[in-house]
């Protein structure tokens, strides 16, 4: 039996679409496949942006046809867009061929609502309120090496009045460092180079024992091993001076730091309950670049959110240069329901946005170019992550989140490789390994 996943979102979904396939595999499915041979297609769903939420809508009505021919195909929905409120009962009428719809609290249970499946004609729906443990017991197929994702927390206690993610994924539940550690170190010692702790808001985990997240991070950089540590994401609210040391005093810490802004105006972060201002996010930069000069930041900005004015937007576009970013996620304003933001006076005009966010993209990809091209010439200590079969060449990413690619006559997958750097195109460095 085959099984195809399919995964919409962010890391932290590709890592539990990895738990999904962990599950699957102690259920005796063998492995992934097209949509064609599989036995059961899962779908990992995302509702945090309307983009995300149309696109698997379209998928999962794709699927009408094949179920058609083949009845004893198994589809499941999970993730985000199944625990939204009120969601998996429209799902269930918009598409009547789902056979399970399950939310981000019962992931554990795939394998057995799936048995249950096949017992029963119905449509079985399963939604936990809220996560019951944070050590579930799954042990994940992962496919991403060299990189390993490790979560060491769930859901959000934030409630930033756009964001609908405390809503599908519950309140903050840290798991025990000693089980996060351990699984640092067994993928360490079994030859993942790059770590990345993952989390809503890692500045506010907090451990058994007091254990905040410094402490922690500083923790898994002491494990043995040649590797790297990458964390996401983190929220300016809970930055901290004790975190940049730690980043400062520990080599295997990626230089680089993800910190969402969203917004460069003070009234637009007070709208979005973001709970901090544009003078503390500055001033928290030029604390990291003060201890950690060759440090880079990125960023998530979003545009269009109601209410916002031409002033409004300029402020988010002098926060990029403010700020230095060396590249940024950036959004439109989408409205999720539930949401306080959603409901809130002022929505802005679509072609408005659409102005905007192409402003601010121009204004992100020019700094971006420009530190690019600062590479040309150097070189620059890439881990070889993947192979592009379509371009030739080998890829990898630097400390500072830089993808680079090179030729090589042999597979270098897994290995840390310098590359001189002879061309920058974008975010992107093409460069000679000299190693």
Same mark, same amino acid.
């Given at each position: 039996?085959?099984? *195809?996943?399919?995964?919409?979102?962010?890391?932290?979904?590709?890592?539990?679409?990895? $738990?999904?396939?962990?599950?699957?595999?102690?259920?005796?499915?063998?492995?992934?496949?097209?949509?064609?041979?599989?036995?059961?297609?899962?779908?990992?769903?995302?509702?945090?942006?309307?983009?995300?939420?149309?696109?698997?809508?379209?998928?999962?009505?794709?699927?009408?046809?094949?179920? $058609?021919?083949?009845?004893?195909?198994?589809?499941? %929905?999970?993730?985000?867009?199944?625990?939204?409120?009120?969601?998996?009962?429209? /799902?269930?009428?918009?598409?009547?061929?789902?056979?399970?719809?399950?939310?981000? *609290?019962?992931?554990?249970?795939?394998?057995?609502?799936?048995?249950?499946?096949?017992?029963? +004609?119905?449509?079985?729906?399963?939604?936990?309120?809220?996560? %019951?443990?944070?050590?579930?017991?799954? %042990?994940?197929?992962?496919?991403?090496?060299?990189?390993?994702?490790?979560?060491?927390?769930?859901?959000?206690?934030?409630?930033?009045?756009?964001?609908?993610?405390?809503?599908?994924?519950?309140?903050?539940?840290?798991?025990?460092?000693?089980?996060?550690? +351990?699984?640092?170190?067994?993928?360490?010692?079994?030859?993942?180079?790059?770590?990345?702790?993952?989390?809503?808001?890692?500045?506010?985990?907090?451990?058994?024992?007091?254990?905040?997240?410094?402490?922690?991070?500083? +923790?898994?950089?002491?494990?043995?091993?040649?590797?790297?540590?990458?964390?996401?994401?983190? *929220?300016?609210?809970?930055?901290?001076?004790?975190?940049?040391?730690?980043?400062?005093?520990?080599?295997?810490?990626?230089?680089?730091? *993800? /910190?969402?802004?969203?917004?460069?105006?003070?009234?637009?972060?007070?709208?979005?309950?973001?709970?901090?201002?544009?003078?503390?996010?500055?001033?928290?930069?030029?604390?990291?670049?003060?201890?950690?000069?060759?440090?880079?930041?990125?960023?998530?900005?979003?545009?269009?959110?109601?209410?916002?004015?031409?002033?409004?937007?300029?402020?988010?576009?002098?926060?990029?240069?403010?700020?230095?970013?060396?590249?940024?996620?950036?959004?439109?304003?989408?409205?999720?329901?539930?949401?306080?933001?959603?409901?809130?006076?002022?929505?802005?005009?679509?072609?408005?946005?659409?102005?905007?966010?192409?402003?601010?993209?121009?204004?992100?990809?020019?700094?971006?170019?420009?530190?690019?091209?600062?590479?040309?010439?150097?070189?620059?200590?890439?881990?070889?992550?993947?192979?592009?079969? +379509?371009?030739?060449?080998?890829?990898?990413?630097?400390?500072?989140?830089?993808?680079?690619?090179?030729?090589?006559?042999?597979?270098?997958?897994?290995?840390?490789?310098?590359?001189?750097?002879?061309?920058?195109?974008?975010?992107? /460095?093409?460069?000679?390994?000299?190693?």
């Amino acid at each position: 039996m085959n099984y *195809h996943i399919v995964t919409y979102g962010c890391q932290m979904n590709l890592h539990e679409s990895e $738990k999904i396939a962990g599950i699957l595999r102690s259920c005796g499915y063998e492995c992934e496949s097209g949509l064609e041979e599989a036995d059961v297609v899962v779908f990992n769903t995302c509702c945090i942006r309307e983009n995300a939420e149309n696109h698997a809508f379209g998928n999962i009505g794709s699927l009408k046809k094949l179920k $058609k021919s083949n009845p004893s195909l198994i589809i499941a %929905v999970g993730g985000c867009m199944a625990q939204e409120a009120g969601k998996a009962a429209w /799902l269930k009428s918009k598409f009547p061929f789902i056979d399970i719809l399950f939310g981000t *609290h019962n992931l554990p249970e795939l394998g057995e609502l799936i048995e249950r499946k096949r017992r029963e +004609k119905k449509t079985i729906i399963s939604l936990k309120e809220e996560r %019951v443990a944070t050590e579930d017991g799954v %042990v994940p197929v992962r496919t991403s090496y060299p990189n390993a994702w490790v979560n060491i927390m769930y859901g959000c206690n934030n409630f930033c009045s756009y964001c609908i993610v405390p809503y599908v994924r519950g309140r903050e539940k840290s798991r025990r460092p000693e089980d996060i550690l +351990k699984e640092v170190s067994s993928l360490v010692e079994e030859g993942y180079k790059e770590i990345t702790l993952l989390g809503q808001n890692v500045n506010s985990y907090s451990g058994e024992g007091g254990m905040r997240f410094p402490e922690l991070l500083e +923790k898994a950089a002491e494990i043995e091993g040649d590797f790297r540590l990458r964390f996401m994401t983190s *929220h300016p609210k809970d930055f901290s001076a004790e975190l940049v040391q730690v980043i400062k005093r520990n080599p295997k810490i990626c230089r680089q730091l *993800h /910190l969402p802004a969203q917004s460069g105006s003070n009234r637009i972060l007070s709208l979005m309950n973001r709970r901090y201002t544009r003078e503390t996010y500055l001033s928290e930069i030029a604390l990291l670049r003060r201890e950690v000069p060759d440090c880079e930041v990125t960023t998530d900005l979003i545009v269009g959110f109601p209410t916002e004015t031409e002033e409004d937007f300029r402020e988010t576009l002098s926060l990029v240069d403010a700020a230095d970013f060396s590249s940024a996620f950036t959004f439109v304003y989408s409205p999720r329901e539930g949401t306080k933001a959603a409901v809130m006076e002022g929505q802005i005009a679509e072609e408005t946005q659409k102005d905007r966010i192409m402003r601010l993209v121009e204004r992100v990809n020019a700094r971006t170019r420009e530190k690019s091209a600062r590479y040309v010439g150097r070189e620059v200590e890439l881990l070889c992550e993947d192979f592009d079969k +379509k371009k030739d060449v080998y890829l990898g990413r630097d400390v500072y989140g830089r993808m680079g690619y090179f030729k090589s006559e042999k597979n270098r997958i897994g290995d840390f490789v310098t590359i001189r750097v002879t061309e920058a195109n974008g975010i992107s /460095l093409y460069g000679e390994a000299v190693n």
